[in-house]
């Protein structure tokens, strides 16, 4: 079974507006991590954000904040003021526990001038 | 900033081949990582390393597979015997606290 799901594959969005990337995930563990990644043309996977399941406020990094939502299991990554270098593809990622880290299957994000 | 480092950045060989990827850490990490990820797919965990041992791996680290840390600084994937879907990116990662993991640049394999 799928433990991180993004059902966004590709996104769009105006250059400064904001955008709203989606992660739903699935465990039965009590302590978790979530955590956002980007991945430009050139390959490398950047760091953005982290959100442990017992923080009670979500998780903010510049731009970037997580909508950490328990209770339906979901980790959105919303970008704020959007920038064309923001054009990349986005992971999500759960790590249970002590365990390693799974990833979603990414959406593209592309955006336009 | 210190960064994770990985060398090659490409590299190519012959199916059979034994192949050695390298990666240098963030100096002050204690969790090491490698991940792969298939052209046009999701990264996929293969292992991770602590206190100079393995700690978790995924269904994909088989005997082909294996993981040391010979010095100080470096941390090395050793792929025996390569095949064709061994093709992939790999990427090391480190981690201070076992939490945030910083990814290196990764090492494209590509094996013909």
């Known amino acids: 079974a799928q433990k991180i799901t993004q059902t966004q594959p590709g996104m769009f969005v105006q250059e400064k507006e904001a955008v709203t990337l989606d992660c739903t995930y699935d465990?039965?563990?009590?302590?978790?991590?979530l955590f956002w990644y980007k991945q430009p043309s050139s390959g490398e996977m950047i760091f953005l954000i982290y959100?442990?399941?017992?923080?009670?406020q979500n998780a903010t990094e510049g731009r970037y904040s997580l909508n950490f939502q328990k209770a339906r299991k979901s980790a959105n990554l919303v970008i704020s003021a959007s920038q064309l270098g923001d054009s990349a593809m986005y992971f999500c990622a759960m790590r249970e526990g002590g365990g390693d880290m799974r990833f979603g299957a990414g959406t593209r994000l592309t955006v336009k001038p | 900033e210190p960064e994770v480092t990985q060398t090659p950045s490409h590299q190519v060989t012959q199916m059979g081949q034994e192949v050695i990827l390298r990666c240098v850490p963030i100096s002050n990490h204690l969790y090491f990582y490698w991940y792969r990820q298939i052209l046009g797919q999701k990264v996929e965990f293969l292992v991770s390393?602590?206190?100079?041992?393995?700690?978790?791996k995924s269904e994909i680290f088989d005997d082909q597979f294996s993981v040391e840390r010979p010095d100080g600084s470096n941390f090395t994937l050793k792929i025996r015997s390569t095949k064709l879907e061994d093709s992939a990116m790999y990427f090391c990662?480190?981690?201070?606290?076992?939490?945030?993991?910083?990814f290196g640049p990764g090492t494209r394999l590509t094996v013909t």
């Open positions: 390393f602590y206190n100079n041992e393995i700690s978790e």
């Open positions: 465990t039965s563990d009590q302590s978790y991590g």
């Open positions: 990662a480190s981690s201070r606290d076992g939490y945030e993991q910083y």
């Open positions: 959100q442990g399941s017992y923080d009670e």
